[in-house]
């Protein structure tokens, strides 16, 4: 392999998107895991606070770039970080202080059908190919988090944490088809350095009236360590490779690989839980694999 072949491989937009989910399932497992020990205001406060600061300096040389930004585009990145920075995690967080991992691992496999659905109302008609793929992905998750029973699901009920990830989705699925309006030129880093500023002013006084209300909060190595995770990996370099991957798919098909996370999920509990996995593991992953496969044919055609 050359070395143009390398860098193309590491660069692949389908690679990109496979790794920030990656990542985001980490979060949810994070987040989960922490949800007594930092409310989740103050975790979306430190998140966001350590991307901003490994963002800066790589930011810095490209702020010229900021000048001359006309005040509709300044509006286009006013949504962007509120949605994309302020609202999706934090409310993805506050989520699962009440739910349960299966109820938000179902619901947030939602975000690909909502960006479909809404780039519907914008003009777009999605090829049959890439609504089969949707479905067949869809069908995968669906057996996963039902764990191959019909019943399971059936027996799934809805309470204020669901209604919270519903939330986070309809904010995450806005952010993806708003990033096809982003500033042109506008250099990635800079651009996730305002959109991480924005996030962070809204974020500062939420999390300052969280604590001030007597929420509980445990500072501790692992609390730190868990912070740290979230702030390098799903927000940093997650939101840099989605933000890129994105830009060069289009946002319907990268909306689709979200439909990994149940897979990523099952794979993180057999290696820091020690779940052993099942036949529907297997079936549910099969399922979403194939429905990405027939969506990606799409683009190769």
Request: with cysteine; proline share 5%; hydrophobic share 55%.
């Amino acid at each position: 392999m050359t070395a143009q072949q390398r860098s193309s491989f590491f660069t692949h937009p389908y690679l990109l998107l496979t790794l920030t989910v990656l990542f985001w399932s980490g979060n949810m497992v994070v987040g989960r895991g922490l949800r007594d020990a930092i409310p989740p205001m103050t975790l979306a406060l430190g998140r966001w606070t350590l991307a901003f600061l490994l963002t800066l300096p790589l930011a810095w040389p490209h702020r010229q770039g900021l000048k001359g930004i006309p005040a509709r585009k300044w509006g286009i990145l006013l949504v962007l970080g509120t949605l994309g920075v302020g609202a999706y995690n934090t409310l993805a967080y506050i989520a699962l202080s009440y739910t349960t991992a299966t109820n938000a691992a179902l619901l947030n496999s939602f975000i690909p059908i909502a960006i479909i659905a809404l780039s519907w109302g914008l003009g777009h008609r999605a090829r049959p190919l890439e609504l089969l793929g949707v479905l067949v992905s869809f069908a995968g998750v669906m057996n996963i988090v039902g764990r191959g029973d019909i019943q399971v699901l059936a027996g799934l009920s809805l309470n204020v944490g669901d209604l919270w990830m519903l939330a986070a989705v309809l904010s995450w699925a806005v952010y993806t088809l708003c990033l096809q309006w982003r500033p042109a030129g506008l250099h990635p880093m800079a651009m996730l350095a305002v959109l991480t500023a924005i996030g962070l002013l809204e974020l500062l006084p939420l999390a300052w009236l969280e604590l001030a209300r007597g929420a509980h909060l445990e500072p501790h190595w692992g609390t730190a360590l868990g912070v740290v995770y979230t702030g390098v990996f799903p927000a940093f370099l997650g939101y840099i490779f989605y933000n890129r991957a994105v830009g060069e798919v289009g946002a319907s098909r990268a909306g689709l690989f979200i439909h990994l996370m149940p897979v990523f999920s099952t794979l993180l509990a057999m290696v820091f839980l020690g779940e052993a996995p099942h036949l529907y593991h297997l079936v549910g992953s099969g399922l979403i694999l194939s429905g990405i496969w027939l969506t990606t044919r799409v683009a190769r055609r």
